[in-house]
C-alpha cells in the first residue's frame, strides 16, 4: 500500500489521495488534542495495490498527526490512520511478486472491512508552527506545509533515501454475511521502514475472493 504522500512521492503501493475529506479539529471544539500537537480530520481517499498498478479499495479514514519536539530543531512526525474499506473490483491488494506469504488474485467489488496503522518519520528544517490550519482534505503534504512551511522536510518523503522512517498498515475484512461469498483470504498487511532507495517493504496475506 505505501503510503506516503501525495505532493510528495509515495511508496509503490501509496495511498492514492482522492480530493475529497472533511477537517475535524477531533478535539469537539476544545482544542484539547491540539494542545497536545494532536490535529485529527476525517479523510476519503483511495488506497493501490502493493505493486502500484491502481486502486483496489475506497477509503473512510479517521487520521491523526501527532507532533514531538526533539529538541534539536527536528520533529517526530507520527502519523495515525484508522476507518473503513470498500473494495473495486480487479486485482487483489497483496497480488505481486514483492508478496512471498499466501494471497489471491482477484477481489470482488463491494468487500467491506476495516483497517488501522501508523507512518512515523523526522521532519527537518521546518519550524514548527502548533497554531496553523489546514484546509481540507489535510493529507500529509497539506498539515507539513502548513504546520512546518514550504522548506521543511520528511523524512518519509519518497524523493528522500532515508532509513529515518517506519510504517505498519493492516487491513481485515471479517467474516460475515456481507462479505459472502466466503473470501479465500481476508487479513493483509503492508509494513517497513526506510524511504526513497533505502525503502524495505514487506506484504502479508491479502483481501481476495479469488
Same mark, same amino acid.
Given at each position: 500500500? =505505501? &503510503?506516503?504522500?501525495?505532493?510528495?512521492?509515495? *511508496?509503490?503501493?501509496?495511498?492514492?489521495?482522492?480530493?475529497?475529506?472533511?477537517?475535524?479539529?477531533?478535539?469537539?471544539?476544545?482544542?484539547? $488534542?491540539?494542545?497536545?500537537? &494532536?490535529?485529527?480530520?476525517?479523510?476519503?481517499?483511495? !488506497?493501490?495495490?502493493?505493486?502500484?498498478? %491502481? @486502486?483496489?479499495?475506497?477509503?473512510?479514514?479517521?487520521?491523526?498527526?501527532?507532533?514531538?519536539?526533539?529538541?534539536?530543531?527536528?520533529?517526530?512526525?507520527?502519523?495515525?490512520? &484508522?476507518?473503513?474499506?470498500?473494495?473495486?473490483?480487479?486485482?487483489?491488494?497483496?497480488?505481486?511478486?514483492?508478496? $512471498?506469504?499466501?494471497?489471491?488474485?482477484?477481489? &470482488?467489488?463491494?468487500?467491506?472491512? +476495516?483497517? %488501522?496503522?501508523?507512518?512515523? /518519520?523526522?521532519?527537518?528544517?521546518?519550524?514548527? $508552527? $502548533?497554531?496553523?490550519?489546514?484546509?481540507?482534505?489535510? *493529507?500529509?503534504?497539506? *498539515?507539513?506545509?502548513? *504546520?512546518?512551511?514550504?522548506?521543511?522536510?520528511?523524512?518519509?518523503?519518497?524523493?528522500?533515501?532515508?532509513?529515518?522512517?517506519?510504517?505498519?498498515?493492516?487491513?481485515?475484512?471479517?467474516? +460475515?454475511? @456481507?462479505?459472502?461469498?466466503?473470501?479465500?483470504? =481476508?487479513?493483509?498487511? !503492508?509494513?517497513?521502514? /526506510?524511504?526513497?532507495?533505502?525503502?524495505?517493504?514487506?506484504?502479508?496475506? !491479502?483481501?481476495?475472493?479469488?
Amino acid at each position: 500500500m =505505501r &503510503r506516503m504522500l501525495t505532493g510528495f512521492v509515495l *511508496f509503490a503501493a501509496a495511498l492514492a489521495l482522492a480530493a475529497s475529506g472533511l477537517a475535524d479539529p477531533g478535539d469537539k471544539g476544545k482544542g484539547k $488534542k491540539q494542545g497536545k500537537n &494532536r490535529f485529527t480530520f476525517t479523510l476519503v481517499n483511495t !488506497d493501490n495495490r502493493c505493486d502500484g498498478s %491502481g @486502486a483496489w479499495a475506497n477509503l473512510n479514514e479517521k487520521r491523526t498527526y501527532q507532533v514531538h519536539d526533539n529538541g534539536d530543531g527536528t520533529f517526530t512526525l507520527r502519523r495515525i490512520s &484508522r476507518g473503513t474499506f470498500t473494495t473495486i473490483a480487479g486485482t487483489s491488494p497483496g497480488n505481486c511478486t514483492a508478496n $512471498k506469504s499466501k494471497h489471491g488474485h482477484t477481489i &470482488r467489488a463491494g468487500v467491506t472491512g +476495516r483497517f %488501522g496503522g501508523y507512518l512515523e /518519520g523526522t521532519i527537518t528544517g521546518g519550524s514548527f $508552527k $502548533k497554531d496553523a490550519t489546514c484546509t481540507a482534505p489535510c *493529507f500529509t503534504g497539506n *498539515f507539513i506545509s502548513a *504546520f512546518f512551511g514550504a522548506g521543511a522536510v520528511f523524512s518519509c518523503d519518497g524523493a528522500t533515501n532515508s532509513t529515518d522512517c517506519k510504517f505498519n498498515y493492516n487491513y481485515t475484512a471479517p467474516s +460475515r454475511a @456481507a462479505n459472502r461469498p466466503k473470501l479465500l483470504v =481476508r487479513q493483509w498487511q !503492508d509494513r517497513g521502514k /526506510g524511504s526513497g532507495t533505502s525503502l524495505i517493504e514487506h506484504f502479508k496475506g !491479502d483481501i481476495a475472493s479469488s
